[in-house]
């Protein structure tokens, strides 16, 4: 085999490969890309209570945050992500991903059950909000665990139904 074929040989199965990766990286954008546009992904980016409901199993939440004490004072981020600016956008990174997991692929617990983490993220914006109030009620040292404000305040963000 000559220098030039081999030569030819090596641009052809090289463009091969960065055809296959281009197909690639293309099919995956365009699947990402409808993905987004289907499922609203624009709204997630938003402060709205009404993306919520982009997914129909969230109606019941939306509904019972209508009827709570905190509809007028407080919508579903403000109490569901981090007050902190890069924590908020990691929450609602990290949720997003896991809630279009588990809607996709149907694997989700019905009701829907808060993730200790997320249950941490609540605590906290109730402290945020409510540090005048509760500052009294945190540990004395560092090892002592302060009780979480939905053991006796569940129905505040989301009224019973």
Sequence with gaps: MTFRQRKYRLLTLAGGA??????????????????????????????SPTTCVNCHIMQPYYDTWQNSSHHHVAVCNDCHLSHHPIGKWMTKADNGFFHSLAFTLNDFHEPIRIKPRNRQVTQDACVF????????????????????????????GHALR
């Design 18 to 47: 960065y055809f296959l990766l281009a197909a690639g990286i293309g099919l995956t954008s365009g699947v990402g890309f409808f993905t987004f546009g289907y499922g609203h992904g624009a709204s997630y980016l938003s402060n």
């Design 129 to 156: 909000c409510h540090r005048d109030i509760v500052h009294q009620m945190f540990p004395t040292t560092p090892d002592r665990d302060m009780l979480m404000c939905v053991n006796c305040h569940s129905d505040v």
